[in-house]
C-alpha cells in the first residue's frame, strides 16, 4: 500500500485492557468492552502503522490509593506530586484503584481485540513515582528519548522513523489517556484525530471536556465511518 507524503496515517489503540473494562476490571469503564468490534474494523483499515499502548504500572505506583493511607479505597482523589526530574516543581496527581500492574491479567489487552493486527505495543506508566496518560509521555513531559524509564520504547521516535504524518486514536479513556495521547501527538509534530464512537469515557460530562481541550489544542474528532472513507480515498496500490 503507498500513501502521498503528505499524509501517512498511523492508528493507535489506547489502553484497552482488562482492568479497565466490566465486568471485573478494577477501573472498569462503562461499556469498554463494547468498542473491541468497532476498533477491530479499524484494525483492518489501510493504516501504514497499527500499534497500541498498554498501562503497565508496578506494584508501588504513585497513582494508587493503597500508596497513599489513610486515602486507601478511595479514587480521583487530587493531590501534587513531584517532578522526578525537578523536585522543586510539582505535577497533579489523581488517585485511582490498583490497576494494570505489570504482568498480572488486569493489565492485558482484552481478548476481544485482534492483537494480530497491532505491530507494535508500547507499555507505559513504568517509572513508580510518576504517572504517565499518554502514549508518548508521562505528565511531567518526560519521554523515554529523555533517558525516563517511563515507557518500554519512544512512540513519537517510532513513528518519525515509519513516515507517520497523522495518527487516530480510539481506545479507553476519551476524557484521559485518548485525551493525552492526542495532545501530545500533536505537540509532537503529527497531525490527530480522536475517533469518537470507537472510545468511552467515566462520565458524559468528562468527554464534553475532553472535546473542548480538543479544539483548543488542535485535535479533530471524527467518527469511524469518516475515518474509514478518508483512509481508504487517500490511499492507493
Known sequence: MAYSQDF?????????????????????????RDIAPLIND??????????????????NHISFTTQHAPLAGESLHQMKAPNPSDPSQTVPLALWPVH?????????????????KIEAIVRKGRDSATEMYSGFADNCGRRVADEAAVADWDLG???????????FVCGLTGDCCVKCTALDAVKQGFGAFVISD???????????GAKKEFEVGGVG???SREVGAKIKAITKT
Open 221 to 223: 474528532v471524527l467518527e
Open 42 to 59: 479499524l484494525l483492518a483499515l489501510p493504516f501504514a502503522v497499527k500499534v497500541a499502548t498498554q498501562d503497565y504500572h508496578p506494584a
Open 157 to 167: 521516535d517510532y513513528l518519525r522513523k515509519k513516515g507517520i504524518t497523522d495518527v
Open 100 to 116: 494494570c500492574v505489570e504482568s498480572t491479567p488486569g493489565a492485558d489487552l482484552i481478548p476481544e481485540l485482534n492483537a494480530s
Open 198 to 208: 470507537a472510545v468511552r469515557c467515566l462520565t458524559e460530562a468528562d468527554w464534553i
Open 8 to 32: 501517512v496515517p498511523a492508528l493507535i489503540v489506547v489502553d484497552v485492557q482488562e482492568d479497565f473494562c466490566p465486568p471485573n476490571g478494577s477501573l472498569a469503564v462503562p461499556g469498554g
